[in-house]
Nanobody, 126 residues
Framework: QVQLVESGGGLVQAGGSLRLSCAASGLTFSTYAMGWFRQAPGKEREFVASISRFGVSTRYADSVKGRITISRDNAKNTAYLQMNSLKPEDTAVYYC???????????????????WGQGTQVTVSS
């Protein structure tokens, strides 16, 4: 049974930082690209960042470039999202996802991912 478990969310002031983690089990982690998505109240789920199976390639949404870094540790079956200079508009539930057959061009598409976590809330106060 595949499980993705996010952690590290919370309440932070604008300008602050958070590091999200996504612990994976039940799959061969290094054969999956990993992505982070977020969904704010009343809005559709949107792409945040993604990383290829061995971390060679990454992609970011324009809204987070320069502030957010995605990484992974295949030895620990964990993906990370380091978020700096947080803004109130970053407030959302953040989800990690795993996809087995992603290309560079498809890494931003939520429909291409096979497994999803339950999400972790990030709230940025102004």
């Amino acid at each position: 049974q595949v499980q993705l478990v996010e952690s590290g969310g919370g309440l932070v002031q604008a300008g602050g930082s958070l590091r999200l983690s996504c612990a994976a089990s039940g799959l061969t982690f290094s054969t999956y690209a990993m992505g982070w998505f977020r969904q704010a109240p009343g809005k559709e789920r949107e792409f945040v960042a993604s990383i290829s199976r061995f971390g060679v390639s990454t992609r970011y949404a324009d809204s987070v470039k320069g502030r957010i870094t995605i990484s992974r540790d295949n030895a620990k079956n964990t993906a990370y999202l380091q978020m700096n200079s947080l803004k109130p508009e970053d407030t959302a539930v953040y989800y990690c996802a795993a996809g087995a057959y992603l290309t560079i061009s498809s890494m931003t598409a939520s429909r291409e991912y096979d497994y999803w976590g339950q999400g972790t809330q990030v709230t940025v106060s102004s």
